[in-house]
């Protein structure tokens, strides 16, 4: 056996590199996957045109991958936008907007109701670079109106809220956004343009956490970011000089996930809407929240610009954080996770997890009580979720006083 310094000479290394590539792949059915950081250039000259943007067409995965730019469309086609940018996650795509809109003495407006991760990136990272976070009630156009001044560049919302379903008038939002100049952001992650389409509403930015409904199924993380060709312009200066990219990979299972995200959205909401009657008749229970239940107080806004309700909803138990998670911990099928928009059922108590790190007069000022409990709605059979939550109330010990019982409302109480 011979073999040189490094590699054997009976073996073909230079063709294990470049024998056999694969030049063509129009025509198969499914996306193919570009998993790829560089691309080649047929001359220097192409390469030069290139990095100018002379000459439409790849450069470097960071800003630029067709399986990401297919992704990307895709999503800009149905929130009905010019153009999308794809980032590695959804508080990549926020980063994004802050480095891309903002500067040193701006303000953002956001509503008080929003992810807890991006309340803190406004509010603990944003604050550093000298721009100052308010936060407003999302139901009271008083106080946006009151908070959106000269200084305002950013309006940030994200309706309806999780886990208490509190709505945004969206068009409302943005009148008095746009009275100012600045931009409407609407996190339509709950939703999905499904669901409901925030641009028809007014809003300049839609931003989703791509890895919720978007994927559906648990697997990636993503962000993405839809608008007018210009701020997307804005966005992938941003992306390219920044990074927080969108992994191809990742692009390519949400591509495969939105082919079915309206029958996945569409199911997750009748099996949350018959849950969301069937627990407001529970004895356990005293509170549901749920948009599309007739009793919500702003059920007739969430109708007006919403094209349904969605397969998240929340509901409080009496006997606090003892009986929550009493009966949390009974639950067979259904699981104990933090996340939503997968295709299983999951549960989570939002007073110590999601909102833990508040202190509990933050907590309860949230409207977050010991008792609440979201429930994400899966695709499992409703009977089959519905038959594992009546074992966890069966063997929940507490008793509700009769007089509590008896002041519960049938089906729904007012949020917040
Ligand atoms: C999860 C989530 C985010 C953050 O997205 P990541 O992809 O986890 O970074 C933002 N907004 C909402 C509504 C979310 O549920």
Not at 28 to 44: H, I, K, N, Q, W
Not at 292 to 305: F, I, M, W
Request: aromatic share 6%; glycine share 8%; net charge negative.
């Amino acid at each position: 056996m011979q073999s040189s310094a490094i590699g054997l000479d009976g073996f073909d290394a230079t063709s294990a590199l470049h024998s056999n590539r694969v030049s063509d792949l129009s025509d198969v059915f499914c996306e193919p996957l570009a998993m790829t950081s560089a691309y080649t250039f047929g001359s220097a000259q192409e390469a030069a045109e290139r990095f100018s943007g002379q000459q439409q067409g790849n450069v470097y995965s960071r800003f630029t991958n067709p399986t990401v730019q297919a992704f990307e469309g895709r999503v800009a086609a149905l929130e009905q936008a010019e153009d999308a940018v794809a980032f590695a996650s959804g508080m990549g795509a926020f980063t994004a907007l802050c480095h891309g809109f903002l500067q040193q003495g701006d303000n953002i407006v956001c509503s008080r109701d929003v992810f807890g991760t991006t309340a803190s990136a406004f509010s603990v990272y944003m604050a550093r670079f000298g721009i100052e976070a308010r936060f407003v009630d999302l139901t009271d156009l008083g106080q946006w109106q009151q908070a959106i001044d000269d200084k305002t560049r950013l309006v940030v919302l994200e309706s309806p809220s999780n886990p208490l379903l509190k709505i945004g008038d969206i068009r409302a939002i943005s009148l008095l956004a746009h009275a100012k100049d600045a931009l409407v952001v609407v996190d339509n992650t709950l939703l999905t343009p499904v669901l409901q389409r925030p641009h028809s509403l007014g809003a300049d930015l839609v931003i989703h956490s791509a890895g919720k409904y978007m994927d559906g199924q648990g697997r990636a993380l993503a962000g993405v970011v839809t608008g007018s060709k210009s701020l997307m312009q804005v966005l992938r200066g941003v992306l390219r000089t920044l990074g927080i990219s969108c992994s191809p990979f990742n692009a390519w299972l949400l591509l495969k996930s939105l082919e079915t995200l309206e029958i996945r959205m569409l199911r997750v909401q009748q099996g949350a809407l018959e849950l969301a009657q069937w627990l407001g008749e529970q004895p356990l229970v005293s509170a549901v929240h749920y948009t599309g239940l007739a009793q919500h107080p702003q059920h007739a806004l969430a109708c007006r610009q919403q094209d349904g309700h969605g397969g998240l909803l929340s509901f409080e138990i009496f006997g606090g954080q003892a009986a929550a998670w009493q009966w949390i911990d009974q639950l067979q099928c259904v699981a104990r996770c933090t996340n939503i928009g997968d295709t299983r059922s999951m549960v989570t108590h939002p007073a110590s997890t999601t909102h833990g790190r508040l202190d509990a007069q933050a907590r309860r000022h949230a409207g977050i009580s010991d008792g609440l409990i979201r429930l994400c709605v899966g695709l499992e059979r409703v009977s089959d979720i519905k038959a594992d939550l009546q074992q966890a109330f069966d063997a929940v010990a507490y008793q509700p006083t009769v007089q509590a019982a008896q002041g519960r409302p049938r089906s729904v109480v007012a949020n917040g």
